[in-house]
């Protein structure tokens, strides 16, 4: 991202998931580490689902997380098994809605956990 482009983000509000971080929002944090945490989505499509969410707001979606941050990627996906094997049995899908006609409301990069007893035919999501 550009100097100009990060500036502009750090002027802007801050999203709904770093004002649950600062605890501004209530919503139970389910697990965490240096860099991520994951909380249950407000709104639930599957038995679990859970959202596993980098502490910076910097990255809008994955594709940025994936160019400018390819471990912190890599700490969301191993999270996201940890409470996939604490709430369910450790089988999971893992949705990135990506872009606002994908069905993106959020643009602070998150992964949404869908797990126990998922219906198949279902994408969740
Ligand atoms: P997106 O549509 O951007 O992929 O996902 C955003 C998700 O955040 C939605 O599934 C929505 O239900 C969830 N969400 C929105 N606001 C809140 C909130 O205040 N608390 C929690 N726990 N989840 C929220």
Same mark, same amino acid.
């Given at each position: 991202?550009?100097?100009?482009?990060?500036?502009?983000?750090?002027?802007?509000?801050?999203?709904?998931?770093?004002?649950?971080?600062?605890?501004?929002?209530?919503?139970?944090?389910?697990?965490?580490?240096?860099?991520?945490?994951?909380?249950?989505?407000?709104?639930?499509?599957?038995?679990?689902?859970?959202?596993?969410?980098?502490?910076?707001?910097?990255?809008?979606?994955?594709? #940025?997380?994936?160019?400018?941050?390819?471990?912190?990627?890599?700490?969301?996906?191993?999270?996201?098994?940890?409470?996939?094997?604490?709430? #369910?049995?450790?089988?999971?899908?893992?949705?990135?809605?990506?872009?606002?006609? #994908?069905?993106?409301?959020?643009?602070?990069?998150?992964?949404?956990?869908?797990?126990?007893?998922?219906?198949?035919?279902?994408?969740?999501?």
């Amino acid at each position: 991202m550009s100097e100009a482009l990060t500036r502009l983000d750090a002027m802007s509000e801050p999203s709904i998931f770093t004002r649950i971080l600062q605890g501004e929002i209530p919503a139970e944090i389910v697990a965490e580490t240096e860099n991520v945490f994951a909380i249950r989505d407000i709104a639930p499509q599957a038995p679990v689902h859970l959202l596993v969410i980098p502490k910076t707001a910097q990255y809008r979606d994955v594709v #940025a997380l994936a160019a400018g941050d390819p471990a912190l990627l890599a700490e969301v996906v191993d999270l996201a098994h940890r409470v996939a094997a604490e709430h #369910a049995d450790g089988d999971f899908r893992l949705v990135f809605n990506t872009g606002e006609g #994908a069905g993106q409301t959020v643009f602070h990069v998150h992964a949404h956990v869908l797990a126990g007893g998922l219906n198949e035919k279902s994408l969740g999501g």
